[in-house]
C-alpha cells in the first residue's frame, strides 16, 4: 500500500514538474530548489513521524487491522507526500535544463533517466548495506539529507551563473488527443503496473531466502532500477 501511495505522488509530481517547465527560465535554479527543499523536508521527517506513534497505538484494539494499516499509510503518506511529490518534479525540471536551452550535452530522455537511475542503484546499495548498518535510520536520513541541500546549492549558485535559458514556445489552441497517443498512454500505464507488481512478488520472493529485511528489500530494489538504468542506455530514445 505505501508503495502504491509512493509511486502515485511520484507520478503527480512528475506531471506537476512537466506542466511548470514551459514558465522556467532558469530550469537548474529551479530543480537546485527542489533540491534543497528536499532536503529540509526529510530532515524533518523522523520526528513528525515518531509523533504519529501514540496515535496509531490508540487505533489497535479500536479498529480493524486493515483500517489501521489504512489510516497509518494515509497519516504517514500525509507526511511524505510532500517530499516525494517533489522528488518526482525534480526529473521534468532537470531534463528541461539538460537537453532546452540550446545546449549540447549530446544527450537524449533516455540516457538522462538512465544515468539518473543507476545513481538511484549506488544509492539503493549504500543505503541498505552501508548507511543503515553503520549510521541508522536517523543517521542515514541525516546524510542523505545533506547530500541533496548540496546538491541543491550547488544548481542554485550555478543557474544563478549560467543564466536564463528561453522557455518553450507555448502550444497554440487545443490539440486534439489522437488514437496513436492514447494508445502510447495506455500501453505505459499498463507496462508501470506489470512492472511494479513485479518488484512486489520479487520482493516476497527474496523475502523467503533473506527474510523480511533491508537487505531483501534493498537487492530487489537495486535489481530493478538497474534493469530500468541498463534499458534506458541501450535504448536512449
Request: charged share 5%; glycine share 14%; with cysteine.
Amino acid at each position: 500500500l505505501l508503495m502504491a501511495l509512493f509511486m502515485a505522488c511520484l507520478g503527480l509530481g512528475a506531471h506537476w514538474g512537466g506542466r511548470l517547465t514551459p514558465r522556467l527560465k532558469r530550469p537548474l535554479l529551479a530543480y537546485g530548489i527542489l533540491e534543497a527543499a528536499i532536503g529540509v523536508m526529510v530532515l524533518a521527517t523522523p520526528t513528525l513521524l515518531k509523533s504519529l506513534e501514540p496515535w496509531i497505538l490508540g487505533l489497535y484494539g479500536v479498529h480493524s487491522p486493515w483500517t489501521v494499516n489504512l489510516l497509518t499509510a494515509a497519516a504517514c503518506m500525509a507526511i511524505l507526500g510532500p517530499v516525494i511529490l517533489l522528488m518526482g518534479a525534480t526529473f521534468p525540471v532537470f531534463l528541461a535544463w539538460a537537453l532546452g536551452g540550446g545546449r549540447s550535452l549530446n544527450a537524449s530522455t533516455g540516457l538522462v533517466y538512465g544515468i539518473n537511475t543507476l545513481g538511484a542503484v549506488l544509492g539503493t546499495i549504500a543505503g541498505g548495506f552501508i548507511l543503515l548498518p553503520v549510521l541508522g535510520i536517523r543517521g542515514s536520513l541525516t546524510a542523505a539529507a545533506g547530500a541533496d541541500i548540496a546538491v541543491g546549492m550547488v544548481c542554485v549558485l550555478l543557474g544563478y551563473k549560467i543564466g536564463t535559458v528561453p522557455p518553450p514556445a507555448p502550444p497554440t489552441g487545443t490539440v486534439p488527443i489522437s488514437a496513436d497517443a492514447r494508445l502510447a498512454w495506455g500501453t505505459a500505464f499498463l507496462g508501470g503496473f506489470a512492472a511494479l507488481a513485479l518488484e512486489v512478488a520479487w520482493f516476497r520472493a527474496l523475502t523467503l531466502v533473506f527474510g523480511s529485511s533491508v537487505y531483501a528489500l534493498t537487492l530487489m530494489l537495486a535489481a530493478f532500477l538497474t534493469g530500468l538504468g541498463l534499458g534506458a542506455f541501450l535504448f536512449p530514445r
